[in-house]
Structures are given as C-alpha cells and as structure tokens.
C-alpha cells in the first residue's frame, strides 16, 4: 500500500515536468520490427516495442552508452560506472556496460546489433560499451518475453541497435562534458558514398574520460561513524595487534595515522580513499557497413566492428588483506625488531610472548604514496554477412552468418603467503640466501630483511598527511621488500558466437476479415565457445598450494608442501581453475499474423531449441493480440513462455571470486563449483497494455509479469555463512550434527572455522528460488501546435514495479539459507542475489521545438528503497542509512542546425547538482542507480561536408 501511495502522489507531479523519450510509437515505413520477423508498423504492434530515434538521442544531449542506460525507468541495476565492490554484478566488471530490464539480470535482456545476435559474457550479457554508439541511428526496445522468436536470453526483452544508412560525404563530430575534477570527451568521424545500387559508410570514434578519485567527492569518502560498511576494512595496517595473553589492541599510532574506527576501539582501513569514482578509460571504435543491390530483389548486407575500452590505470587498495588471518605468516616472534621497539615505547603494551599483527601489507602509506593500479581491457570483433530479397512467388528471405568474439584480460597484483612468512622471521628479500641465514642463525642481517607490520616502520600517513614521530628508518620496510612479497595476478577471458540463420516470410493468401495472413519461418544454429585462461601465479593447477620452500616445513610454517585444499599461493586473490568449453545450439521457430478483422490483429509464435547434451530442448509458444477498439483507443496484450539455457561455465568447473561478506565484515574467497544437473530456466510472461492517442496526445500504460521456474542462480556465500553462524554450526556449536549443519559445514574452509577463521566459502550454481515480478509500464506526451510559432510538448514515462516476490533461498541439497520475500523497493546489496530494485523510476520532459532550435527540460526521479540489511541481526547498516532517499534531478538540452551542415547542441545535467542519496555500501551511493557526478556541462557538434 504505501508503494501504491507513492506511485499515485508522484503522477501528477511528473505530468507538470516530464523525459525523452521514448518516442510515442510515430509511423515510419514500413519494416521488420524488434519483436516480429513480419514486416508491419510499430504503431500497429501487438507487442510494446519503444522506439529511440537518433533526434530524439540528440534532444537528451547524444549521452553516452552509459549515461542512457541508467536513465532507462524500465531498467535497473545496470552496470556502468566503476563499481568493483559490488559482489552482485560489479566486481571485475569495470569499464563494462550492461541493460538489465525489469531488474531481471542483464544476462536476461537480449541485445541485438541490427537485428542480429552479439557475443554475450557468462553472467553479464552483451557488453554495450562495444556498440558504435555514434553510427546509430535508432534503437528499439521490446519490453515483452520474446523467446518464441529469439530463442535463449530474451526473458526480460529485447534491445536492438540499429546503424545508419543516410551517411553521405563526410562527417566530423565530437563533444566534450565538464565535470568537476574531471571530464569525459569524444570525436568521431564518418565518411558515406553511395551509387544507384549501392551504399558504403565507414566511422570511427575515440574517447576518453578522466580519473576521478572517490577522495574528490565530500560523500563519497565518510567517517566510520557515519557508514559503517563505507569502504572500511577491519584488516588494516597499522595493525590491530593480537597478544595472546591479553587479547587484540590497536597499534598505539592507529588513530594519528587515520586508520581508527572509534565506536569499535579498533583500527581500520578505509580502501576506498584509493580507489576511483571514474577510472580513466581510453575507447577506440570503428564500424563500417556496405549495401550492396546484386539484383532488384537481392541485397547483400556486410557490417564489421571493432572496439576496444581499456582501463590502463584501474586504480584500487594498495593491497588485499591476506584470506587467513592467523598463519604462519602472521607472527612476530619477541625478537623481531619492530615488536621490540613497539614496546619499548610504550610500556603499557604486553612485553613478553609473540604478537599476531591482524593487518595488510599496505595501508595508510599507499603503494609508495599511490594506490595499486592493475589494467581492464576489453577487444570486441564482430563480422556480418546478410543476403535479403523477395522471391518472385512473393516469400522474402534472409541468409545471414555472423561472427563476434569478446576478449577481457584483467590485471592486479596480490602478495605470496610463503615470501611473508619469511618476512616475518627476518628472511625476507630478492637477494637473502635463507638456507645460510637459517643455517646460521643470521636472521635480518645482510641481504635478508624483516617486513615490519608496526606503525614505528611508518613514516607518513597518505590519508591525513600524518608524519609519525615514532618512525625509524632502519625498522621500514624497503622498496625491494615490498617489491618482492608482490607479484603480478589476472586472467583472461574470450567469449565468441557464430550464428547461422536463414528466414523466410510472406503472405499465405489465406483471407480474414482485416487482410491476408502473414507468415514467417526460421531456422538458427550458434556455436559458443568460452575460454577462461589465468596467469601461472593463479593457476590452481600449477600453483596449488602456499608453500613451496623446503625450508618452509623446516621452520615449522607448514608439516608438508603438499596442501588440501589447494588455495594457491597467493593471500587475497585465491588460485582458480582454467576453463574451456563449447557447444551448438539448434533452433526453428514460426511465426504467424492474424489479422482477424480491421480492429483484431493476433501474432502467434512457436520455437524449439535444442542445447543437446544433459541441458535438452525447450518449446516456447507465444501469443499476442492488438485491438483497435476505436480509431483512437486500442487495448494489447501478450502471453508466452521463455526461457534461457544455462551458459557453459555454470555446467562444468571452478572459477574464484572475491565477494565482501556481511557476516564477517571481509572480503573473502568464493569458489564457484559447475553444475552438470542445471536445467534451462522458464518463465511464462503476460502484459496487458491500453494505448490511447490522436493528432496531440499518445498515451499508453502496460501491466506485465514474469513467472519464473527454476531460474539460475548462484548460492549466496553471505546467506550461507550467515546460516552457519546462526546455527552455530562451528565446532562446538549447538548445531553441529544436525543435518542443516552437515550442509552448511561443506561450504565453509577451514571445515568447523568460527567466524575470524573464514577463508573460503564452495558455493553452486543452482536452479534456484522461483520467483514471480510485475509492474506497471506508462507513457504520455501532448503536442501543442503553433506556441509562439513552434511545437511544445510535454511528456512523462516510468515504470513502477509492484512486487519481485522469491521463494526461500535453499542450497543445492535443499537446506535453508534465506527466507524469501518481496524484494521490491529495496537495495538488495547484502545476502540476496538481486541488483538494485527502486519500484519506482520515472522521467518527464517540455520540449519546445522552434525551427531548427530544439529546447529540452527534463525531469528524472527515482524514488526512496529500503536497505534490506538493516532489518538483519548483527548489521552494520546506521538507522539513518537504512532508507535510501528519493532523488529529483533535472537536465537541459538545446541544439541547433546551421545552414543544413553545422549541427551545434549544449546541455548541463543535473542542473541543481545534487549528490546521490547516501546508503549502506562501500561506495556509500548506489551505483547501480545514481548520478555519482553532480553537475555536468556537455557541449558538442557535428559537421558534415562533401555530400553530392
């Protein structure tokens, strides 16, 4: 109810204001529309499909792929901007862009570049940062099930980019948008020809965008009282320091150093100081397309892409805090030299027996005054070939082959476990000769070194400028020290597709009462091969274990060199397995147009998919009607089932991530085991929808829902710890023995571990917890002719989603992680597996159109959710935190054409600059939702020249 309260109250407000638009469904010629392989007219679709002209692109500021993504009211939980705590989506996703409709995963939005599949990621979908985005000419988006025609992925809906074909002579464009601390600029240049029988274009495009650190943002980088999740880290150097005897004590220089959290008496790190709300980012894009008339009813269609984003800079923690806490590369005997002056100069500190420093290896210091920095690169070919014509029996036919192949190489570095250990005990170094050392007893003395983990090895504080009187030279630690703990890590992933397609569509002369029956067949087959590759260092399978030094069992470190589980050599970024799998995937698919009479037109759809193998074969059946009740008022309406296959890494091997999990405060090791058993996930999806227009006004408001079966999920390694812990199911719980805990104990490393000792979680891909959503689609917009000898028009769309309802959350053999719940109106940042889900998100805009000045005032709102988290026992989430507040802002655009060649457009968004409303995460702003950036001033042209 108090949804639906804030669903009314926001309408009429928005009515006054308005955004872009989507444009209201306006006639052009007549084409195959995205949702139909039947030519027809969008206005005359039973499906709701949104057209997004390219003048409708330039009314809003030409933004960005990313900026328009997140603007999307039918859209949320979009990736975007840098986002690489964010374990749901974001983490190793930097500098990728996705479209998630209905909130339902972007793996479950189908995006099609002219009509045609496009190489998609395992979880993520189509990466569109790839899409030419300044060779577009419109875009459209099916809000509806669409995998009768389209077959897997296409639960959520279809997005589908269309290029130009009216590029004559040259064309040269850029533009360049300020924002404080600093600015994103893009140039572009086109070139067209064309002769009676055929037409060619080729363009190019590169940009860049500046740095912005999170320190530059007054909100970005908070105070441990005022969010304590907010990129705090209980693992900090300085140290919280562990003496046996009494019990942990922060280093006595913690909170000159600004590494102190008060309300716990305990150091910390806030990593989020280091990291960046924009990440350098240097794109490159060329496309080129040629149409070719072989015959008059033949054409041949040949489109090629390439792109590549790099981050070269990625800029994160100066380092990761090591998985196990208290190992033997944790200990500082009585005799290590920091300790020693440790307690020296302050008495008060237990003077005798060893000391566990709980820390990193860097921290307030930086990596030598700077944050790490690691590389996001990603390479995206694409190559089409299409053959289209009629036949002189009247059937049209397409034959089309296409390849596309992604390829992402991340890089970071990580610290051994061993060279630590021997740190610690004055072994440490390029150059140390540790057998003779050991032999005689020689520790810390020439070429072998200690790492000192103790604030006296500290000389300045990066974060607060803090110089430390305490430091002293001979206890820091060396440039080569540090050099040596460290080594280069990554991976590399390549994704491709190659699909081969052919249909045919007519008319089958059979006569209704509205006109003949239109009918379409296909036939599809993709080859998809994944590739997953790890640089040797993080290869499970020729680095399996930490310990590699005999010297390492001599010294008591470790009883062998042999290890299980094999957990790699590194401390923060656990070994993982390569990867290799391919597969095809067969399909046929008809299609059939009823028009029953004048007013009732009724699209009947059927497709078989076969995956082979374990996965099977599916059938996905579709019906859709439109109703012209009068010549104004027309009622829509659709029902199918959908589905999506499970993608080939989910059915085989391991793969390691890092996910930050609530219930121990830390980012930890997650290994993500392949399922063989996985079946395709369904979906039945039902709209209903009423249009309403005439010469000035457009209106239409649709209900949809989504009813899914058995969808792919990933066990939730928050839920499950969660669960252990709850039930105390650790050695000497009350729990263990029940069967619930014999579950739950074989996810958790070490077996039995309390909460401090956690290392790693085993978590399944699943079918998971059935879940049902639905919502409310509307549109509206009023043209009123000659106002002061131009065109105004005021409009409004939005998308309210009444409920995201879920099953309880159940590991793969059915024990009880989660109860579920309407997940709706909520920042779902925690335990759950859903993104971002504000129910309520809508745009409004004026336009005033005056010869060839365009005026635009636009109005975004995303209403007030609640962070789940706070209603959680033992959270860190603040009372004041646990709602995310409402947000209005506003944009305006002008633009203008000069003498037919001179295209000029200014726009500031965000006009009153206000900042994202805070919540509960460490980037404290939702970044799956929010304008992070303030006030932003864009400028920009477009000249063409040379045309015949």
Same mark, same amino acid.
């Given at each position: ?66 900026? @328009? ?26 500098? &990728? ?7 339902? #995963? ?82 572009? !240049? ?13 363009? #190019? ?33 300085? $140290? ?55 015959? %008059?009813?033949?054409?041949?269609h040949v489109e090629a892409l390439w792109s590549h984003v790099e981050l070269p800079e990625w800029k994160t923690s100066p380092s990761y805090p090591p998985q196990s806490l208290f190992g033997p590369d944790r200990i500082a005997l009585p005799d290590h030299p920091g300790l ?21 290896a860097r921290g307030v210091t930086g990596e030598f005054g700077e944050p790490e920095d690691g590389i996001r690169d990603t390479e995206t070919t694409r190559l089409a070939l299409a053959l289209e014509g009629s036949w002189d029996n009247g059937v049209d036919y397409t034959f ?45 003395? #020439? ?30 630690? +060396? ?41 379409? &067949? ?13 640089? %040797? ?52 698919f008809g299609e059939l147009n009823l028009p029953v009479t004048d007013r009732l037109n009724v699209q009947a759809a059927l497709r078989f998919e076969d995956y082979g193998g374990e996965v099977g074969s599916t059938i996905d059946p579709k019906v859709a009607f439109s109703w ?23 059915? +085989? ?17 997650? %290994? ?39 969808? !792919?999920?990933?066990? +939730? ?63 509206? +917009? ?13 409009? @409004? ?17 059915? $024990? ?25 998100? $809508?745009?409004?805009? &004026? ?102």
């Amino acid at each position: 109810m108090k949804r639906l309260m804030r669903l009314f109250a926001a309408v009429p407000v928005l009515c006054f204001l308005a955004l872009p638009s989507w444009a209201a469904e306006e006639p052009i010629e007549e084409v195959v529309v995205t949702g139909s392989y039947i030519k027809g007219t969008p206005e005359d679709a039973e499906l709701p499909v949104d057209v997004l002209r390219r003048e409708d692109l330039q009314d809003i500021g030409n933004p960005s792929v990313i900026e @328009m993504v997140r603007n999307l009211s039918i859209a949320s939980g979009n990736l975007g901007e840098t986002n690489q705590f964010q374990t749901n989506g974001g983490q190793g996703n930097e500098g &990728v862009a996705t479209i998630n409709l209905r909130g339902l #995963g972007a793996a479950r939005t189908l995006v099609l570049l002219n009509g045609r599949r496009h190489v998609a990621t395992e979880t993520q979908g189509v990466d569109i940062n790839a899409m030419p985005s300044y060779a577009i000419g419109r875009i459209e988006v099916l809000k509806d099930g669409a995998a009768a025609l389209y077959g897997s992925d296409a639960i959520g809906g279809v997005v589908n980019f269309i290029t130009r074909t009216d590029i004559e002579g040259f064309e040269i464009g850029g533009d360049y948008q300020a924002i404080d601390d600093g600015g994103d600029w893009n140039v572009d !240049l086109a070139y067209g020809l064309s002769g009676d029988r055929w037409n060619w274009m080729i363009a #190019g495009a590169y940009g860049e965008r500046e740095e912005i650190p999170f320190r530059k943002r007054d909100w970005a980088v908070r105070p441990f009282s005022q969010n304590t999740q907010g990129g705090w880290s209980g693992i900090s150097h300085p $140290a919280n320091i562990l003496f046996p005897a009494a019990g942990v004590i922060p280093d006595p220089r913690c909170q000159d150093l600004g590494a102190f959290r008060d309300s716990l008496n305990s150091c910390g790190f806030q990593f989020t100081y280091f990291d960046n709300l924009v990440e350098e980012t240097e794109s490159t894009k060329i496309f080129t397309q040629l149409n070719y008339d072989i015959t %008059d009813d033949m054409t041949l269609h040949v489109e090629a892409l390439w792109s590549h984003v790099e981050l070269p800079e990625w800029k994160t923690s100066p380092s990761y805090p090591p998985q196990s806490l208290f190992g033997p590369d944790r200990i500082a005997l009585p005799d290590h030299p920091g300790l020693v002056r440790l307690r020296q100069d302050y008495p008060a500190l237990p003077q005798t027996g060893i000391a566990i420093p709980i820390n990193r290896a860097r921290g307030v210091t930086g990596e030598f005054g700077e944050p790490e920095d690691g590389i996001r690169d990603t390479e995206t070919t694409r190559l089409a070939l299409a053959l289209e014509g009629s036949w002189d029996n009247g059937v049209d036919y397409t034959f089309s082959v296409s390849y596309s192949k992604r390829e992402r190489e991340l890089e970071g570095d990580d610290m051994f476990i061993e060279n630590m250990a021997f740190a610690m005990r004055g072994l440490g170094g390029p150059n140390c000769d540790r057998a003779a050392a050991v032999a005689g007893g020689t520790f810390g003395q #020439g070429n072998c070194e200690y790492y000192n983990p103790f604030s006296n090895g500290i000389e300045r504080s990066v974060v607060t400028g803090f110089v430390n009187p305490d430091f002293d030279p001979a206890l820091a630690n +060396s440039r080569e020290l540090l050099d040596w703990l460290f080594t280069e890590t990554g991976s590399f992933t390549e994704n491709e597709l190659l699909v081969f397609e052919a249909v045919f569509s007519g008319e089958t002369g059979i006569e209704l009462g509205g006109g003949n029956v239109g009918w379409a &067949v296909g036939a599809q087959s993709r080859r998809e091969r994944y590739d997953f590759e790890l640089r %040797d260092i993080a290869n499970r399978s020729l680095n399996p274990c930490p310990w590699t030094d005999p010297l390492a069992v001599t010294l008591g470190f470790t009883p062998s060199l042999d290890c299980d589980p094999q957990t790699g050599r590194l401390a923060f970024l656990a070994a993982s397995d390569e990867e290799s799998t391919s597969r095809i995937v067969y399909g046929v698919f008809g299609e059939l147009n009823l028009p029953v009479t004048d007013r009732l037109n009724v699209q009947a759809a059927l497709r078989f998919e076969d995956y082979g193998g374990e996965v099977g074969s599916t059938i996905d059946p579709k019906v859709a009607f439109s109703w012209n009740v009068t010549d104004e008022f027309s009622i829509r309406g659709s029902a199918s089932t959908t589905f999506r296959g499970p993608p080939q890494s989910f059915l +085989s091997g391991t793969t390691t991530s890092l996910q930050f999990n609530a219930a121990v405060n830390a980012f930890k090791a997650v %290994d993500n085991v392949g399922n063989p058993d996985l079946e395709p996930e369904s979906a039945v999806t039902t709209n209903l929808g009423f249009v309403y227009q005439n010469e000035n006004f457009y209106g239409s408001i649709d209900w949809w829902r989504y009813d899914f079966d058995d969808p !792919l999920q990933v066990e +939730s390694a928050g839920q499950i710890v969660s669960a252990y812990l709850n039930q105390a199911c650790f050695d000497g719980g009350a729990g263990v023995g029940t069967t619930s805990c014999d579950a739950l104990r074989s996810h958790i490393f070490p077996l039995g571990t309390n909460a401090a000792g956690l290392q790693r979680t085993v978590v399944n891909f699943i079918n998971g917890s059935n879940i049902t959503t639905s919502g409310i689609d509307w549109q509206a +917009s009023y043209d009123f002719f000659e106002v002061g000898g131009g065109t105004l028009t005021v409009g @409004m769309e939005g998308t309210y989603t009444l409920e995201y309802e879920s099953d309880d959350f159940v590991d793969i053999g059915g $024990a009880l992680l989660a109860p579920g719940g309407d997940f709706a109106g909520f920042l779902n940042d925690g335990n759950s597996p859903f993104q971002s889900l504000p129910d309520l998100k $809508a745009n409004a805009y &004026v336009k005033y159109v005056l010869g060839n000045h365009r005026f635009n005032l636009v109005a975004r709102y995303v209403t007030d959710y609640e962070d789940a988290e706070a209603d959680l026992p033992n959270t860190a989430v603040l009372p004041g935190l646990a709602t995310i507040d409402e947000q209005w802002t506003f944009d305006l655009h002008y633009n203008t054409t000069i003498m037919d060649d001179l295209f000029l457009s200014v726009s500031v968004v965000n006009l009153t600059d206000e900042d994202p409303p805070q919540s509960s995460t460490d980037l404290n702003y939702d970044p799956y939702t929010h304008n992070p950036f303030g006030r932003m001033i864009k400028v920009g042209f477009r000249y063409t020249f040379g045309a015949e």
